[in-house]
């Protein structure tokens, strides 16, 4: 997933189209005295990953009060939702999260006859393998992950997975402390599928990732952190995401970014209803309002991030459109691939290698303090987890 700056810059000439469609209003959600329930819907997601004009608009047509509360990491957003399992009514997941909460029985099951607006999304983002036949999720945002650099700080990069290896950018790598993601471009770094069970390649991915931060002083932590280091000029190459890099690069001009050529994970980031949710009609509201067309693409428009709104896509602007890190071309697309649940034996392997990889950042941190500013106790949730 995956995150977004973009509640927090504006982009000049991104607007939504004045043009009315029948398509996109037939279905918006209905007026505060035909909700099932009233009261409050409880949104556990990402930090700004929702326009404020569009949720004040819900609220206004509803009377439905929007209460969100924030996670860091995926791990943190199951652990809120385990040990308060009916404090929310939805959850914003990536693929491999929404089929761990199935497994777990966290989940409760959509009622798709609550939301005449799924006809809107785009076919490619159904049912996908972590949830068939979308039975618990309603696809949200989608996009990449990929390369983010300082251009005035080094010249360009090869572009390849291999260039976060650079000896000369020793010092000044970031890695997103995202289990999948880690794993997904060493694998591929070393030519290897991103969602690879084999457990020599993922044993040689564990120790490439070692040796990040064994030979390159590679500091693996939160994106965040990650993006207020590459705006400061402390971090000159990393990990990140395409909800993120565009923004970036409007607030600082020297800041570029690639889909490297041996291609990236894709991910789809969810709507899922917690099994003890107290809002349960609530929460259908809020979705069926968030999959109308002009709502969704107004969102986009704001967050700069690609939706999963097929009919959307009329009112998108021209500059989201043109964006080829949020809608690449066939030609890339080909070489992406979508997480897909792993197999126990891989989460084992994963965490084991996780739980390395910070043992190596905890006893540099304890030899050289100044080269680690996270400790382990702020990442070690990260490394128990079972996410993918």
């Not at 504006?10 to 918006?28: E, I, M």
């Not at 289990?179 to 084999?198: E, I, K, R, T």
Request: net charge negative; hydrophobic share 35%; charged share 25%.
């Amino acid at each position: 997933m995956r995150s977004v700056v973009a509640a927090v810059i504006a982009f000049g000439g991104v607007f939504l189209s004045s043009c009315s469609d029948s398509t996109s209003s037939k279905s918006r959600v209905g007026s505060a005295a035909e909700s099932a329930e009233a009261g409050e819907v409880v949104i556990l997601t990402w930090e700004e990953y929702f326009n404020p004009e569009v949720v004040a608009q819900f609220e206004e047509e509803t009377g439905i009060r929007v209460v969100f509360e924030y996670f860091e990491n995926l791990d943190e957003m199951q652990s809120l939702l385990e040990s308060r399992p009916d404090g929310f009514d939805l959850i914003v997941a990536d693929g491999g999260s929404v089929a761990d909460l199935i497994d777990l029985q966290l989940l409760k099951a959509i009622d798709p006859e609550k939301l005449p607006n799924l006809a809107n999304l785009d076919q490619r983002y159904l049912d996908l393998k972590f949830d068939p036949g979308n039975r618990y999720s309603v696809p949200y945002m989608w996009g990449s992950t990929l390369i983010t650099y300082r251009s005035d700080l080094i010249p360009e990069p090869a572009h390849s997975w291999k260039s976060l290896w650079d000896e000369r950018y020793k010092g000044k790598v970031l890695m997103v402390d995202d289990q999948f993601d880690c794993y997904a471009v060493a694998l591929l770094s070393l030519g290897y599928d991103l969602n690879s069970q084999d457990p020599k390649e993922l044993e040689e991915a564990t120790r490439h990732l070692v040796s990040q931060v064994e030979e390159l002083n590679a500091e693996f932590t939160d994106i965040i952190t990650i993006r207020e280091k590459l705006l400061s000029g402390e971090c000159w190459i990393s990990v990140s995401y395409s909800s993120d890099a565009p923004v970036l690069a409007e607030e600082n001009e020297s800041i570029a970014y690639f889909i490297p050529e041996e291609g990236a994970p894709l991910w789809v980031d969810s709507f899922a209803i917690p099994r003890e949710s107290p809002n349960y009609g609530n929460a259908h509201e809020f979705l069926n309002f968030m999959a109308d067309a002009k709502v969704a693409a107004e969102n986009s428009n704001y967050l700069w991030c690609a939706t999963t709104n097929r009919e959307a896509h009329r009112y998108l602007s021209e500059e989201v459109l043109a964006e080829e890190t949020l809608y690449p071309p066939e030609e890339t697309m080909a070489k992406c691939r979508f997480d897909v649940q792993p197999s126990a034996e891989r989460n084992s392997i994963v965490n084991r290698g996780m739980k390395s990889i910070y043992d190596h950042l905890q006893e540099r941190s304890e030899n050289d303090p100044a080269l680690v500013e996270s400790t382990r106790e702020e990442t070690s949730d990260g490394a128990a987890s079972e996410k993918p």
